[in-house]
């Protein structure tokens, strides 16, 4: 296993900074077939199967749960008033005074399931995202993909003018440009740049308000490879793999910061709801 991601990694690098001798055909052959891709992917994107992850949300969320017995519906703050979910998701990641932290949305739900419901940290994150396997998503992801569709049609608004925010979207910054790990690498080693692509994958410019447009849309999302529903958190993680870096640990403030980086660089990008990435 090891040693295939090894090699993924190394051929990855081997077509990023290559002979940028990259020929001519082949760019046009690329261009075709990711078009091609992209025409397939919007046409799926209609009937999109994480609706059906939306509506277990939405049944979650209502439902009385948890050690406490306690529904998130009455008790579960996402930052406008307790019941009070639509554009919530957009002005995530924000500062919650009763946490004292900045949260994204998938860390906000955790904190309530935790504190509000009773359920244990350690249980939730034993498992938080959907493996090649499962037959269904985790409760956090349908709850997740829930309150993300409650934002459909809105802009991307995270509140730079909070301090505690502020001080968050630096740090977010300064990890997307940290180099370690056995290859150096950054985020930016891969998103710093324009028109970067390993395999077919477009990699988006997270710095400019497009590419982190192009990073935040379309999440949550239900992934075409292995037929699984995913949040952001699982793609920080994904990409912390892909870097080379130990995976961060659930819902870290690493994470959260990363997100705010990202979110906060969208914002006014109008949110489309959970979407279908490949
Ligand atoms: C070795 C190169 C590499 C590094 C380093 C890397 N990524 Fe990625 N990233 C990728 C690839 C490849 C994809 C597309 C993967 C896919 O779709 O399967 C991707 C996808 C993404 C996406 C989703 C884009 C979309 O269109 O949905 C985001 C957001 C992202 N990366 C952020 C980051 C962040 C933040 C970091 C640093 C923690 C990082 N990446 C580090 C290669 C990398």
Redesign the pocket.
């Not at 994958?201 to 988006?204: I, R």
């Given at each position: 296993m090891r040693k295939t991601l090894l090699g993924s990694?190394c051929a990855?690098?081997g077509l990023?900074l290559g002979p940028i001798a990259a020929h001519a055909q082949a760019e046009i052959d690329h261009a075709k077939a990711a078009k091609e891709f992209e025409k397939f992917r919007a046409e799926m994107e209609d009937s999109n199967p994480a609706e059906l992850n939306e509506l277990r949300g939405e049944e979650l969320w209502h439902a009385k749960r948890g050690p406490k017995n306690v529904s998130l519906a009455e008790s579960c703050d996402l930052g406008l008033g307790i019941g009070k979910l639509e554009g919530a998701y957009v002005q995530m990641p924000r500062y919650f005074q009763d946490a004292d932290a900045v949260m994204d949305a998938e860390r906000r739900i955790v904190w309530c399931m935790v504190e509000k419901q009773g359920f244990k940290f350690e249980d939730i994150a034993k498992k938080p995202f959907q493996g090649p396997n499962d037959t269904s998503a985790p409760d956090i992801t349908n709850l997740v993909m829930y309150v993300a569709g409650l934002s459909r049609g809105k802009p991307f608004a995270v509140d730079l003018k909070h301090p505690k925010v502020r001080e968050v979207y630096e740090l977010g910054k300064e990890?997307?440009q940290y180099r370690a790990g056995p290859?150096d690498?950054?985020?930016?080693?891969?998103?710093g740049a324009e028109g970067k692509r390993?395999?077919m994958?477009?990699?988006?410019k997270?710095s400019t308000k497009e590419g982190a447009a192009?990073?935040?849309?379309?999440?949550p999302?239900w992934r075409m490879?292995g037929g699984v529903a995913l949040t952001?958190q699982w793609?920080?993680n994904?990409?912390?793999r892909?870097?080379r870096?130990p995976e961060p640990k659930y819902a870290s403030d690493t994470i959260t910061a990363?997100l705010t980086?990202?979110t906060a660089n969208a914002n006014g990008v109008i949110y489309k709801g959970p979407g279908i990435?490949?």
């Open positions: 990694v990855a690098l990023l990890v997307a290859f690498f950054a985020c930016n080693t891969c998103h390993i395999r994958q477009d990699l988006p997270i192009k990073a935040v849309l379309g999440w999302a490879t952001m793609r920080m994904d990409c912390f892909q870097q870096f990363l980086y990202l990435k490949r």
